[in-house]
């Protein structure tokens, strides 16, 4: 499965580009916006962090000729780039019209398999399903991405189902479940992942024995050993 943290903060894009687990950024334009940093500017600074990585930057307008403008000074800014696009009906055109070209896109705000099918037909590369949102309002987010992951098989689709809107590390864990092909969450959720109490236990131990036992990784072995 594939990593990508969800943010418009370059300082927590290069955090998670340390551990050298990161596999791309996703961003939206309420993160980027809370960046206060400008668009183009983040999103290249962000490439520049995961050059490896497939980053996501998302168009703003919602009709198609201005969508495609949008999405072509977009997608020539870093062949990293993947155009993402909502998912309203000049959406799938413009899905269709850049997947002819070549250009990478995640199609976002999807909510059912029915939208994520549509997606798929138009030749999407991600599928983003908010899994958090539905959650929020009493529904089972999960529900669309297992159905979402046993259409794309079903019918062998190439785009990968992304499991987005991630509030928990148990939706990582539902998310492996149901077989997703990428998670893409806060930096917070990432660093809550590491975390297991007997981890922590388990290491304190450790060190304790081994520094009343008086060791050293670096003395100096005696002459002769
Ligand atoms: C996905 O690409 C979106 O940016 C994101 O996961 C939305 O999450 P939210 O519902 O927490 O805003």
Redesign the pocket.
């Known amino acids: 499965m594939k990593i990508f943290v969800?943010t418009g903060d370059v300082a927590e894009v290069k955090q998670a580009a340390e551990w050298g687990i990161l596999d791309g950024v996703?961003?939206?334009p309420?993160?980027i916006a809370k960046s206060g940093k400008g668009f183009k500017e983040t999103v290249l600074k962000i490439c520049e962090l995961v050059p490896d990585g497939e980053i996501?930057a998302e168009v703003v307008a919602t009709d198609y000729d201005t969508m495609l403008k949008e999405a072509t000074e977009i997608s020539s800014w870093n062949p990293q780039i993947v155009v993402?696009v909502p998912l309203i009906e000049p959406g799938v055109r413009l899905v269709r019209t850049l997947s002819d070209r070549g250009v990478k896109t995640?199609v976002?705000l999807v909510f059912s398999v029915n939208q994520a099918l549509l997606a798929a037909k138009a030749g999407a590369t991600f599928i983003?399903i908010?899994v958090?949102?539905v959650d929020d309002i009493s529904g089972d987010g999960m529900e669309a991405v297992a159905e979402s992951v046993q259409m794309v098989e079903t019918y062998g689709y190439d785009s990968q189902i992304?499991v987005?809107?991630?509030?928990h590390p148990l939706h990582v864990v539902q998310a492996i479940g149901a077989g997703a092909h990428i998670c893409?969450m806060?930096l917070k959720i990432m660093q809550m992942m590491f975390k297991h109490p007997l981890t922590d236990a388990g290491l304190k131990r450790f060190l304790e024995d081994w520094n009343n036992a008086g060791l050293n990784i670096f003395e100096k072995q005696p002459a002769g050993v």
């Not at 987005?164 to 509030?167: F, G, K, Q, V």
């Open positions: 969800d996703t961003t939206n309420t993160l996501s993402k995640n976002t983003s908010f958090g949102r992304l987005a809107s991630i509030r893409t806060p």
